[in-house]
């Protein structure tokens, strides 16, 4: 009887895992273009290093995944080296943790046009909090007509 319980409660738990819950499909335009040179960039290159700063956040459901946009990313010509821009993704219960920082960062800015991945694992129909770097988070539920333009400046504490 022991036996039976704990093999109801140990499948329980594993029901409520989220093990289909990954990132997928992460890339970006690259850095396009030197913003300013190295001796004009002072102090304006210090706000864009590790985690870079977009104008426009983009949430969508796109067949099943929730897409993830960043467009007119700010952040150093570090992003040119192959592994220059890392995302890294998470759910704790109903929260997103969406993580994207630099792993090279220089002394100079650049402009990135768009960065995207898709997130899967998702409910729909269920609400999450997408919590974007160490930004105030966002809520929203996940539904077929998800479609979230959020300026990203205005998340930021």
């Not at 974007?132 to 996940?142: E, G, V």
């Amino acid at each position: 009887m022991k036996k039976l319980l704990f093999v109801l409660f140990a499948t329980t738990l594993l029901a409520g895992c989220n093990r289909e819950f990954s990132s997928k499909d992460f890339t970006h335009t690259g850095c396009n273009k030197a913003t300013e040179t190295k001796a004009d960039a002072g102090e304006e290159v210090s706000r864009y290093m590790f985690m870079p700063v977009a104008d426009y956040l983009i949430l969508k459901y796109e067949g099943g995944d929730l897409r993830v946009i960043r467009r007119n990313l700010h952040a150093s010509c570090g992003v040119k080296t192959e592994d220059g821009l890392i995302c890294e993704v998470s759910l704790e219960g109903n929260t997103v943790h969406y993580l994207v920082y630099e792993t090279h960062s220089a002394n100079c800015p650049c402009d990135v046009n768009e960065m995207t991945s898709a997130v899967t694992g998702l409910q729909v129909g269920k609400q999450y909090i997408f919590q974007l770097n160490k930004y105030k988070p966002l809520s929203f539920t996940f539904t077929k007509d998800l479609f979230l333009v959020q300026d990203e400046l205005s998340l930021m504490e």
